[in-house]
């Protein structure tokens, strides 16, 4: 495919698979058309040729297409090429979470400023009357210059409380998935909260809440081990930030927060004490 001509996409060069091969490629190519960079997704051939599976698929990225939103990753185009769907998607100039927190961590107020940045992209879908169903730290990006975009192809249908399948979710990892996915029960916004609060753990941390020797301990893990204190590995860490992380991975989704507007009011709320708190501490006349 490198130096191809897809309608008006010159293809430039891998950037990486789903999953792994021989998963659906993702490639990096040009808009010959309006000279931007765009990523295309191609999905696997033997994944799109039932009709009806190939029009779930161009429903799914209609849906996410439809989102205009800073902290959602823009999809602009469902099409079709030698009878595989591809799906071309915004062109980030940057990296995924994972990335960011294997190659140095991240700051607190860096993991704050992200955190904040998510939810108000999640709000925005939830309100929309869908469950994303997939939030991890690799479907999460950051730009140069700091700006969090969502990946949103793929999206979980929730129409009237209506329920979700777990087996109509894209394939996630199963170290962010809730209790209620793990056994196969009914989601909602709120499964999208814990798997949010597994990010916001590893951004402050740079370690996973749920710690495993072996990949099957993951569902207990999941389901019955607490996390160990965001404290013991970041002395920074406020009791209030502590609590929003606490109640985001409660276990029992009644126990979470209920909306993700109130994630989010509490995240904004714990920066700006943390902000003031600094402030307050450098104009303080004992450190004159």
């Known amino acids: 495919m490198i130096g191809q001509t897809v309608s008006h996409y010159k293809i430039l060069e891998i950037l990486g698979y789903l999953c792994m091969p021989p998963g659906d490629v993702i490639y990096l190519a040009e808009d010959v058309d309006l000279r931007r960079k765009v990523v295309i997704r191609f999905l696997q051939a033997d994944q799109v040729v039932d009709p009806e599976l190939k029009s779930k698929v161009k429903q799914e990225a209609q849906t996410a297409a439809a989102f205009n939103h800073p902290n959602l990753l823009a999809v ?84 009237g409380g209506s329920k979700v399948r777990p087996e109509d979710l894209i394939p996630g990892m199963m170290a962010y998935m809730s209790p209620e996915q793990v056994q196969g029960g009914e989601i909602d916004v709120r499964t ?23 990949s099957m301990a993951v569902p207990y893990s999941i389901l019955y081990e607490s996390p160990l204190s965001l404290a013991r590995f970041n002395r920074e860490v406020p009791p209030k930030l502590q609590e929003i992380v606490d109640r985001a991975l409660a276990k029992r989704m009644e126990e979470r927060f209920g909306q993700i507007e109130e994630l989010l009011a509490e995240l904004r709320h714990c920066k700006k004490e943390m902000e003031g708190g600094k402030e307050h501490k450098k104009q303080s006349p004992m450190n004159q």
């Open 76 to 159: 602009y185009e469902v099409a079709e090429y030698q009878d595989t769907c591809y799906i071309v998607m915004e062109y980030i100039d940057g990296k995924s979470v994972r990335d960011l927190l294997q190659e140095k961590g991240l700051s607190l107020k860096q993991a704050l400023d992200i955190g904040i940045q998510v939810c108000e992209g999640l709000a925005k879908v939830h309100q929309a009357g869908m469950v994303h169903g997939n939030i991890k730290s690799n479907n999460i990006l950051v730009n140069v210059d700091g700006q969090a975009k969502v990946l949103v192809f793929g999206l979980a249908t929730l129409k």
């Open 192 to 214: 999208d909260i814990f798997s949010f609060g597994v990010v916001l753990y590893e951004m402050i941390t740079s370690r996973h809440p749920f710690e495993w020797a072996h």
